[in-house]
């Protein structure tokens, strides 16, 4: 299992600080939606540029004009795109036409989707390279959120997927059992005291 | 009804040369998403400067982290920021928190719900400003999309919307009699020889 940092910082500077930080323990380096709306693509190209050996991840959740959006990311040095499960077919089907014009990926994120299960059958066949079991910052805040919900939905989904919205020291072992390809951390990371030892701790408890 | 002008460009440049020929003839000048990912707040603090008579759009489409996103987008210049309708309603409230903080408004983007009449009535109740009838690039292009649908939808919800997706100078009379509050034209205004002749034209075509 794949360990992915999520960075929810809003300036290039930051992500960069915190990048630096972390990269050792960590394959994948994601830029937070707020972060690329802030700083643009660029972030992306810098944050690639400082790291050329990671995986670079780049949440777009697009919503619409898919390849567009896509096609901009990778050129800007991205690995993988993020388009919304909520999107529509076209939307996910353009997105993966740019990856696979610049071979890299797509990741469809399936934050508000309300089947997660379906949707994450149909959106690998339409050429996904992984999903995200995903519960949103305000998601995770509502009552009645359980983070097993998003376990038991990949697991049963049987196709390769992340896991992302309460990912920590104390539950990403049930991640790893649960068959998650990837487990994305981002306030157990970039909310600790030491963001490096957090994720060392978090990259130890992948067995 | 307002005239809102959607900007699908690229670069802050493009979308400040197209403003500055299209802003005598509109109300609204509306950041489209791509332009916002690719250059980052300072699009819309740019387009703010150089039209702070015009209402400011900044099409975010939100999914998650409601506050944060329409905060940043507020404090840097924008009027109206948009939530995706397909988001949780407390990514809605979030944004709406911020929107109140800063005396601006939400828009919700109905792109992807399935019964916008429905969500229409459920995010207005919750304090968006207007909702989006809305089909996207993608959706557009896809089989068996109708225009009339969007107008039909904004009728029946009886409440506060505009129109986007094939808003032209052949349909927009249309978009009136459906009791829309804007109409969004994008591609009939960006992709004409003329962006200022045709965003007069279909300024003219509302009576």
Known sequence: MKLQVA???LTTEDALALAGK?????????????LIKAEGLRAITAIKKAHPDKIVFADLKTMDAGELEADIAFSAGADLVTVLGT????TIVGAV????????????DL????????RAREVIALGAE???MHAGLDE???????FQTLLDDGET???????AGGVNVSTIAAVQRAGATVAVAGGAIYGADDPAAAAAELRAAIV
């Open 140 to 146: 995770q805040a509502e009552e009645g959120f359980t």
């Open 87 to 90: 999107a529509g077919d076209s």
């Open 130 to 132: 992984f999903v995200e």
């Open 7 to 9: 960075m929810d910082v």
């Open 157 to 163: 989904a049987a196709v390769s997927f992340s896991v």
């Open 97 to 108: 036409t740019a990856a696979t014009k610049h071979g890299k990926g797509i990741v469809v």
């Open 22 to 34: 972390v990269a050792p323990h960590v394959d994948i380096i994601e830029l937070g939606t707020p």
């Open 111 to 118: 934050i508000g989707v309300a089947d997660k299960v379906t």
